[in-house]
């Protein structure tokens, strides 16, 4: 039997920015990312059109551009005709979540307020604005691969209390409130699945609420390194391993 024919779309949080090996520089795109080590468990052959920084707008109709000379097409037109399974782990780049946590913790020093001033300007979008745009991507993945199971696979879990971390320097209110933009994101994600039928969702959140920033076994990074807040191996083994499992268990795959 012909295996699976798998396509992982998204932005950092599915590209696996600063895991090595990385295959795509300017995605920042890692050979170790969860699409990958998916795609291995479930036999399956992988297109991963994952790019870091991407949004939502990004995935279905806007070119994705770097320094006038490096530019990633709309992301939904690499996705073939007989997909399978399509995986999207998006939607934090479109309201700055981990952009919002990064501009918090880089002001801290004089370096980070001018290296902060590179970042993107997120909108100013509500939980339906996202389910919105994620509804967009499923509707065009339908009608390009009719037979795909479509699967939304929700960010990990970053702060998982309100309680100040060592070596973070945010405080409980500002940790509140990047925890209050992530719950944002999950109800859009809930909101997207329950739009569209057959869409799967895997909440990938409420099942790594242990596994923040400055837990005993985090499967996001820290401060440190230039993609900080973002899964590390660890997270990224651990979201293919919750996708197979779940996928599995339900007979979908």
Excluded: C
């Excluded at 339908?142 to 702060?159: D, G, Q, S």
């Excluded at 400055?214 to 919750?242: C, R, Y």
């Amino acid at each position: 039997m012909a295996p699976l024919k798998y396509v992982a779309l998204g932005s950092s949080f599915a590209a696996g920015p600063g895991i090595p090996p990385i295959t795509n520089r300017f995605a920042q795109r890692s050979a170790n990312n969860y699409p990958n080590i998916l795609a291995k468990k479930l036999g399956a052959e992988l297109t991963d059109l994952s790019v870091s920084g991407a949004t939502l707008k990004n995935i279905l109709s806007d070119p994705q551009s770097y320094f006038y000379f490096i530019s990633f097409e709309p992301q939904i037109k690499g996705i073939p005709a007989d997909a399978d399974i399509v995986t999207i782990s998006a939607g934090g780049n479109d309201i700055g979540y981990i952009t919002g946590i990064m501009r918090d913790t880089w002001s801290t020093t004089f370096s980070g307020r001018l290296l902060s001033r590179l970042l993107p300007t997120a909108e100013d979008l509500s939980n339906q604005d996202v389910a919105d745009r994620f509804t967009a991507v499923i509707d065009e993945i339908r009608k390009i691969a009719p037979k795909a199971l479509i699967v939304l696979v929700e960010y990990p879990t970053v702060f998982g209390s309100d309680d100040p971390i060592q070596g973070i320097y945010l405080d409980k209110e500002r940790i509140r409130h990047h925890r209050t933009v992530a719950d944002s994101l999950e109800k859009a994600y809930q909101l997207a699945a329950k739009a569209r039928p057959g869409v799967r969702l895997i909440s990938v959140g409420e099942l790594s609420r242990e596994h923040g920033v400055g837990s005993e076994k985090p499967w996001v990074s820290g401060m440190q390194g230039t993609f900080g807040f973002h899964p590390n191996l660890e997270g990224m083994q651990a979201v293919a391993d919750i996708v197979y499992g779940e996928l599995k268990s339900e007979n979908l795959v």
